[in-house]
């Protein structure tokens, strides 16, 4: 007898119905961003899974790789406001959050603070070059990417969902910078890694934008359709193999942990805590859904393994000397951890 767990774990004819609309839509949707953005798959595959797992990236890449542009290029196809806030070291909290302005009315004379929401009060916010700016004012972002709220004057203001945050680092440029520190780096999702185009594809990046031509976009998806799939995703069944491997892999980081293997505890300082395991498991079933299945696999969470790990790990000074990236060390996770056969189970 199925337990109630189990039965509403059971996709339905609607939901069925709707991974396979979403994964026709996810044809359509790469068609529209490939109108503008050459190449960068992996990227827009990952910004797509974790919009629709309610999570937040955090995107690493030189200048000039149309980090900004992705970003807008998908607001645009979803339907969904956009605002870009370029990160200074002067900016200050009030001008990510809004502020209380005092305004006199014309006819009583009345005075009274009116709020007057700021930049983050948007679908899709780009925070440009998040580690320019200090901590202060980087914690105001995390709060409304934490809570969906913000807070000014003593009020709680909310976020309308679909609430999603992309910051952008320069990897290349520190000076002058304060890096996140690594509680609010695990607060992000995903760590995109954009990359360089290949011959091909930077060859079409020069051919599309040294021409007179703008391609029209036509919008796909809308914020309540957005807003379905989300649900959707917190549906879609696990099976006790899925999260056990999902577990092998974040515990096989920590260097204290009796499943961590010998080059864990030579090359880093720490691991990855349960947020890891929560964010692979998420990013497995969005993945899931947007190929058209309604199960996760072991297979999905290997893809999410990259983008959730490799910013929660932190390699020490033996890695280092050695030329270690934290990458490699996931890469070689991936790899050599094995996920739990029948015997496990029997």
Not at 168 to 173: F, G, V, W
Not at 341 to 344: E, G, Q, T, V
């Given at each position: ?15 069925l ?31 797509l ?25 998908l ?18 909290p009030a ?16 005075r ?24 202060k ?30 910051a ?6 520190q ?48 914020g ?39 080059f ?7 691991g ?6 929560q964010?692979l ?38 890695a ?20 739990p056969?029948?015997?496990?189970y029997?």
């Open positions: 007898m199925a337990t109630a767990a189990e039965s509403k774990s059971k996709p339905g004819g609607k939901e119905e709707a991974v396979e609309k979403l994964a026709k839509a996810k044809k359509v949707l790469l068609n529209e961003i490939h109108k503008i953005i050459v190449g960068q798959d992996d990227a827009i595959e990952q910004m899974v974790a919009l629709f797992c309610r999570g937040h990236c955090l995107m690493m890449g030189v200048p000039g790789l149309a980090k900004t542009l992705m970003v807008r290029t607001a645009d196809v979803l339907r969904l406001s956009f605002n870009r806030i370029q990160f200074t070291p002067d900016l200050m001008d990510i959050t809004g502020t209380d302005i005092l305004e006199e009315d014309q006819q009583t004379r009345r009274e603070f009116r709020f007057v929401k700021g930049p983050v009060f948007a679908n899709i916010v780009l925070a440009d070059e998040i580690n320019r700016t200090p901590p004012t980087q914690a105001a972002l995390l709060e409304a990417m934490q809570e969906l709220q913000v807070t000014a004057g003593g009020r709680k203001y909310q976020l309308e969902p679909p609430f999603f945050v992309l952008t680092q320069n990897p290349i440029e000076e002058g910078t304060y890096p996140l520190p690594e509680a609010q780096l695990d607060r992000f999702m995903f760590l995109i890694q954009v990359t360089y185009p290949s011959f091909e594809e930077e060859r079409e990046i020069i051919r599309s934008t040294t021409y007179e031509s703008a391609a029209k976009l036509e919008p796909v998806l809308g309540g359709e957005i807003l379905a799939i989300q649900s959707i995703v917190r549906r879609v069944p696990v099976s006790d193999h899925v999260v056990d491997y999902a577990l092998r892999l974040t515990r096989s980081t920590r260097p204290g942990d009796e499943l961590a293997p010998g864990v505890k030579e090359w880093l300082s720490w990855a805590g349960p947020r890891a395991a964010y498991v998420l990013a497995a079933k969005a993945r899931a859904i947007l190929g058209g299945r309604f199960a996760a696999s072991a297979d999905d969470i290997r893809w999410a393994a990259q983008p959730v790990l490799r910013h929660r790990i932190f390699t020490n000074f033996t280092d000397s050695e030329g270690v990236s934290a990458g490699q060390v996931v890469q070689r996770l991936v790899d050599e951890v094995k996920e056969s029948a015997a496990d029997a």
